[in-house]
């Protein structure tokens, strides 16, 4: 069995190997993108099972990624994590009726990702994870 | 020669009376030749019958008659006041003493003898004549003095009278002059006092004797406002003469008076005297020079605030403008103006509204206050603040408007361009922060991330004290992270950004969450976190999150500053004075704090005091975002506590009714309450979700599709009550009957299985729907009991389990 593809798109180097160490170590292929453009070229290239998507990319156009995910055919079906560090008033709700599955606040517990990351992705919980 | 006195008289009348034709006629000879006229008689008899006829002035009487002598007819004769004065010559033949003595007591005059001395019959008849003409005189002269006198004394009582009575009109008329309390002076042409009346004696302090004889306008020093000489010629000219002139009084007082002078004129047509009257002006002039000034400073005031006053004059829809409303206006002064002229100048999109409002200030005879836009001649628009008032006449009826208007155009840009700065700061303080956020997470993130990647041992073993070292990294971390949160929570607090979802939520779930989050912190610290909830405490109405966020700041707060090996607990019950209040004590038995600082205990940026152990105080926000919260649900906290012996912070939240929640849902209280029903929405989960958080999500997505199916003033959508976590329960009452309500239950079906993503998170789906039993009183339809009565409806309706949010342990 193939390990599940896992696109990251996210313009922070430092963050994005954070990623990339985690990830991995959990048993996940890592792709990344770092600004909006090759967030959509790579996307349909590797077609993930799962992005996470950083809603603070360069020129501020993290929901313009999401709206070109959505409207992509093969895209549309893949499950997408929307990490942000902004706080503004109603990100998450614009996220989410955008078409994301999830919304993470940055910086963000790794077990709570990795938990989501999962539950995405229709992999079981490990024991211990996830709060009663 | 006539013997008459006055030659003009007539001759004198004598009468000879003889029985004797002989003797008669003798007489009449010797008498003929004098002129006399003469007349005749035979006897006594017809003597007496022709002086009867016409009295002679002279009687010649023979004494000796037949029948009655002469004696007898001269007794008779002087009994007669119209003939005893005429002289009788008694003619008798006898000429012994007794016959004259007897004849002269019968009232002869003279004797004559027979024969008769013709001399002597002439010297004794003219002295005779004469005496009689001497005797007549005088009687005709007395008489007429007497008549004379008569209508003399007459006269003289005429006028008596007649001066009595005009005295009296006179004394009158000086006391009504007295009367009066005008001067009235009169005054001869050498302007000298003729009279003076009580009234002049009061106004000028002379009394009428001091003041009658001098020259008047010297006594009064009197100044005119036109010259003397012209005031004179006016008398002169035209009889009277009006004006205002100054006085002075004997004590020097001014006075104002109006003053009318008056001509008088004699038979001749001469001027002989003047009567002035002056009616004392000073207090008037006095009130009039104040409101002028008044007046003055008024236009002062507002021409220098640029305040222009106007008056509407309904009835001829004119206006009166005072200058600073032309200038404001920019239009030239015309007066009175015609409304059209004004109303043209407003902007058409405001001139509606205006019009409606001056209507409607007119109808209920009140007063209003508007703001509109004009534009003036050369296009550029000015902004205007007019308050307006109506005035009423006697009979209460709205004549005319009046009211002041200010050209507001620059306050106005002013008022916007502060509004617009406001609101370019707070987007900014948005932005600023929203950036500052971003910036300080992002390193924030990747510290997190390699720290937990070290700790979690992927990168390699830990030696114990890489671990150790690792752990006190990763406490900071969070540490930065909380306070980055706090931060970013209080701008939100300020800027009124923060809301709260108000719900049926449960004390001990809150509590229990709160202190699983923080049992880590509390282990480490080596302190003991109990917690004590009473068991049938009822649904708190409060938001879940933010409830959640005050005890864990609370609790956090209690574990750092209680020493190791201390005790921090947490107890909830109703309050003992108040059953729709709930209690949430947290309470520690550290260090406490001091009294003096209680005061600002919840101010922002309270630092505490040095804690008992190294830990850092972190911003000092928590207690101030506490108190935000606390009023943002409706409660209140504060700290009780012993020092020495420990905090204990306690917060009031609202119990959860039903009442409260749908009171302020249902503006009005006209709908049909006899027609309600119950849609029940209920969600069953397949499985549980993995994360509170996302079911809550969820659940208020689920939420938000139902508030679409929505018809706002007719469905109401009730707060959210607790959920099991398997099955979430939505309760709409709405307002609609049988048929109603099914086309209700089929567009939320409807939606949900467009919209809901049902397949995808698992959720079965069920909608129905009962008609609620309620009684309405139709008689008192008010408010609370249409509330009261669909609140007792619902309860029967619903589950009291769930409703009241009974909670369910773990």
Request: proline content about 4%.
């Amino acid at each position: 069995m193939s390990n599940k593809k896992i696109l990251v798109v996210e313009d922070d180097s430092d963050v994005r190997l954070g990623y990339h160490v985690l990830l991995k170590a959990h048993g996940y292929d890592t792709y990344f993108a770092t600004n909006s453009t090759s967030a959509v070229s790579e996307a349909r290239k590797h077609l993930p099972d799962l992005i996470i998507l950083d809603l603070g990319l360069p020129a501020g156009d993290g929901f313009l990624v999401l709206d070109r995910y959505r409207a992509n055919t093969f895209l549309a079906v893949v499950p997408v994590i929307v990490v942000s560090a902004r706080d503004l008033h109603g990100n998450k709700e614009r996220a989410l009726s955008g078409g994301a599955q999830a919304y993470v606040q940055k910086p963000f517990d790794d077990d709570n990702l990795l938990a989501l990351i999962r539950e995405q992705l229709g992999e079981p919980q490990y024991a211990g994870v996830g709060t009663a | 020669m006539n013997e008459a006195l006055d030659p003009r008289d007539p001759p004198a009348h004598i009468l000879i009376v003889d029985d004797d034709r002989q003797n008669r006629r003798l007489l009449e000879v010797m008498l003929t030749a004098r002129h006399y006229r003469i007349q005749t008689a035979e006897s006594g008899e017809e003597a007496l019958s022709l002086i009867a006829m016409q009295p002679p002035d002279l009687i010649l009487l023979d004494v000796m008659m037949p029948g009655m002598d002469g004696n007898e007819v001269a007794s008779r004769l002087k009994l007669n006041p119209v003939t005893k004065n005429i002289p009788i010559i008694m003619v008798t033949a006898l000429s012994n003493h007794d016959s004259r003595m007897i004849a002269l007591r019968a009232g002869a005059a003279d004797f004559l003898t027979k024969p008769v001395d013709h001399a002597e019959l002439c010297v004794r008849v003219r002295n005779l004549l004469r005496l009689k003409a001497y005797g007549d005189y005088y009687d005709r002269y007395s008489q007429t003095l007497e008549r004379e006198v008569i209508a003399r004394t007459a006269e003289l009582r005429e006028r008596t009278t007649l001066l009595e009575h005009q005295t009296a009109v006179l004394m009158d008329q000086a006391e009504l002059l007295d009367l009066a309390r005008d001067a009235i002076i009169v005054r001869d042409m050498d302007r000298r006092v003729v009279s003076w009346n009580r009234g002049a004696e009061l106004l000028y302090g002379w009394a009428s004797s001091e003041a009658v004889g001098h020259d008047v306008f010297t006594l009064l020093n009197t100044t005119l406002f036109e010259s003397r000489e012209g005031a004179e010629a006016t008398l002169r000219l035209e009889g009277q003469w009006e004006g205002e002139a100054i006085h002075h009084s004997r004590d020097g007082t001014r006075s104002i008076v109006a003053s009318r002078w008056t001509l008088q004129r004699n038979g001749d047509g001469v001027p002989i005297r003047v009567l002035s009257i002056d009616n004392d002006i000073t207090d008037r002039k006095l009130a009039d020079a104040d409101r002028h000034m008044l007046t003055e400073r008024l236009s002062l005031a507002t021409a220098a605030a640029r305040v222009g006053v106007w008056e509407w004059d309904l009835a001829s829809n004119s206006l009166m403008w005072d200058a600073t409303m032309f200038d404001i206006y920019g239009l030239s002064p015309v007066s009175p103006m015609p409304y059209d002229r004004w109303s043209a100048t407003v902007a058409p999109e405001d001139l509606l509204a205006i019009e409606a409002a001056q209507r409607h200030t007119i109808e209920v005879k009140g007063q209003g206050a508007e703001e509109y836009r004009i534009i003036l001649d050369d296009g550029s628009i000015r902004v205007i603040s007019s308050v307006e008032r109506v005035v009423l006449d006697e009979q209460g009826r709205v004549t005319r408007m009046i009211g002041v208007n200010a050209d507001v155009s620059e306050r106005k840009a002013a008022e916007e361009a502060l509004e617009q700065s406001g609101k370019d700061r707070m987007r900014f303080k948005d932005d600023f922060l929203s950036n500052v956020s971003h910036e300080l997470r992002s390193p924030l993130t990747a510290i997190k991330q390699f720290t937990s990647i070290l700790f979690s041992g992927i990168a390699g073993e830990l030696s114990p004290v890489q671990r150790e070292y690792q752990q006190i990294v990763l406490k900071n971390v969070q540490q930065l992270q909380s306070m980055i949160d706090d931060l970013l929570e209080v701008t939100r607090l300020e800027s009124g950004k923060l809301t709260v979802e108000l719900v049926s939520t449960s004390i001990h779930d809150a509590i229990g969450d709160a202190i699983d989050t923080l049992q880590g912190a509390a282990r480490v610290k080596g302190v003991k976190v109990t917690w004590d909830v009473a068991p049938d405490l009822p649904a708190a109405w409060a938001d879940r999150t933010r409830l959640r966020q005050m005890l864990i700041i609370l609790l956090d707060n209690a574990i750092k500053f209680t020493g190791k090996g201390g005790n921090a607990q947490v107890r909830a019950k109703l309050a003992p004075n108040n059953p729709r209040i709930l209690l949430v004590e947290v309470s520690d038995d550290g260090c406490g704090i001091p009294a003096d600082r209680v005061e600002h205990l919840f101010d922002r940026l309270y630092q505490g005091p040095a804690t008992t152990t190294a830990s850092r105080k972190g911003l000092g926000l928590g207690l101030y975002i506490c108190k935000e919260l606390a009023a943002l649900q409706g409660g209140e906290i504060w700290v009780a506590q012993e020092p020495q012996r420990g905090s204990t912070f306690v917060f009031t939240i609202p119990v959860f009714s039903l009442n409260s929640v749908i009171a302020p849902l249902l503006v009005n209280g006209s709908w049909p309450a006899a027609r309600t029903s119950l849609v029940t929405v209920t969600l069953a989960l397949r499985g549980p979700l993995p994360l509170q958080e996302f079911q809550e999500d969820w659940s208020r997505d689920a939420r938000s599709l139902l508030e679409r199916c929505l018809l706002p003033d007719l469905d109401v959508l009730l707060p959210r009550t607790h959920s099991d976590g398997v099955i979430e329960q939505f309760f709409i009452a709405a307002f609609a009957d049988d048929v109603g309500t099914s086309v209700l239950a089929n567009r939320i079906r409807s939606q949900f299985e467009r919209y809901g993503r049902l397949d995808e998170t698992g959720l079965t789906l069920a909608v129905e729907h009962t008609p609620l039993p309620a009684r309405v009183d139709p008689t008192d339809l008010s408010t609370d009991t249409l509330i009261a009565t669909l609140v007792s409806a619902l309860e029967t309706a619903i589950d009291s389990q769930i409703l009241l949010g009974a909670v369910q342990h773990e």
